[in-house]
């Protein structure tokens, strides 16, 4: 990797991409709103665009296989075996 590339994927996301993504991330499921909502109220001021996009990814699945990562029921496998995905992922099982 770039030293220009480490530089965008560790640079803060802006307001608008912030807001995109927070709007992205609604769910229909209310349990992964809660997990959700709580990872923005503790990380939206220093949320880098590396963590944004393995949101996005994650904002991908089902509602349930969502939940299933949330409650440790899963781990990522696959596709989500990703470095920004899994990073993304511990933040957002961290305890209330």
């Given at each position: 990797?770039?030293?220009?590339?480490?530089?965008?994927?560790?640079?803060?996301?802006?307001?608008?991409?912030?807001?995109?993504?927070?709007?992205?991330?609604?769910?229909?499921?209310?349990?992964?709103?809660?997990?959700?909502?709580?990872?923005?109220?503790?990380?939206?001021?220093?949320?880098?665009?590396?963590?944004?996009?393995?949101?996005?990814?994650?904002?991908?699945?089902?509602?349930?296989?969502?939940?299933?990562?949330?409650?440790?029921?899963?781990?990522?496998?696959?596709?989500?075996m990703?470095?920004?995905?899994?990073?993304?992922l511990?933040?957002?099982?961290?305890?209330?």
């Amino acid at each position: 990797m770039t030293a220009s590339a480490v530089d965008a994927s560790s640079a803060l996301l802006d307001e608008r991409g912030l807001s995109k993504l927070r709007w992205r991330c609604r769910r229909g499921l209310l349990e992964n709103d809660l997990f959700i909502e709580r990872f923005f109220d503790r990380h939206a001021s220093s949320l880098t665009e590396f963590q944004a996009e393995g949101l996005r990814v994650l904002m991908d699945l089902s509602d349930n296989d969502l939940l299933d990562l949330f409650l440790r029921r899963k781990e990522p496998e696959g596709e989500l075996m990703r470095p920004d995905v899994v990073e993304v992922l511990s933040l957002l099982r961290v305890p209330a």
